[in-house]
């Protein structure tokens, strides 16, 4: 007749792991309803990400003289967008440069500033440039310029944003702009529409 194995008491589990368990069923119940809290608010709200554009632009005076030396004036639209139903958004630390051939002209600054939910915001600088000495290959590509009645011009810079999410907190975003214009001599109006990425 064969003896029944004898078995030993059984092992309880720690208390304390047991304790770490429920913890982390909590947090795990508590990143679930975060989660699903963050996203009914992002549906009813729908955040969309603020644009800083080149609206227009005109090239208003050229001065070319003997001494290869340049001086030009400007006048450039920024216009700042949001289209966020319902939240107001903050631009700060905007700064655009403004090149020709890879010499800077000028820098263009704007203090921090808000636009009102689906609203905008238009900026206007007139730029008028110190006179610039240009090298033999800029001297070439002016000359060009000049006979074709069309100066090309980019301006480079970013701008911080920051708008609120109702009750879920703040979002910032860095937008950078890389405009390429080229602008007649006979002072037209062009509209670029150079838009800004974002990240």
């Known amino acids: 007749m064969h003896k029944l194995p004898v078995l030993g008491r059984k092992r309880r589990t720690n208390l304390l792991v ?10 795990a119940v508590i ?5 699903i809290i963050v996203f009914i608010g992002y549906l009813a709200i729908r955040p969309k ?9 005109r090239l208003d005076d050229v001065i070319y003289n003997q001494a290869s030396v340049l001086a030009v004036r400007l006048t450039v639209d920024i216009k700042a967008e949001n289209h966020n139903q319902k ?6 630390n905007t700064r655009l440069t403004l090149q020709y051939h890879g010499l800077s002209i000028a820098l263009l600054v704007a ?20 006179p610039i000495p240009l090298g033999k290959q800029e001297q070439l590509l002016t000359q060009q310029a000049l006979q074709k009645g069309l100066f090309p011009f980019f301006l480079k810079g970013n701008s911080r ?10 979002v910032k975003f860095w937008l950078h702009i890389n405009c390429h ?7 037209s109006v062009v509209f670029p529409h150079c838009s800004t990425s974002s990240h």
Do not use: Q
């Open 111 to 130: 203090d921090p500033f808000e636009v009102k939910k689906n609203t905008s915001e238009e900026f206007y600088y007139v730029v008028e440039s110190s």
């Open 161 to 170: 944003t920051r708008w609120r999410i109702g009750s879920l907190g703040s």
């Open 87 to 92: 939240a107001h958004v903050s631009f700060y």
């Open 49 to 57: 990400v603020p644009l800083l554009y080149v609206n227009a632009a």
């Open 181 to 187: 214009m080229w602008l007649p001599t006979n002072s």
């Open 18 to 27: 047991w304790c770490f368990a429920f913890i982390c069923a909590i947090l």
């Open 31 to 35: 990143v679930i309803i975060a989660g």
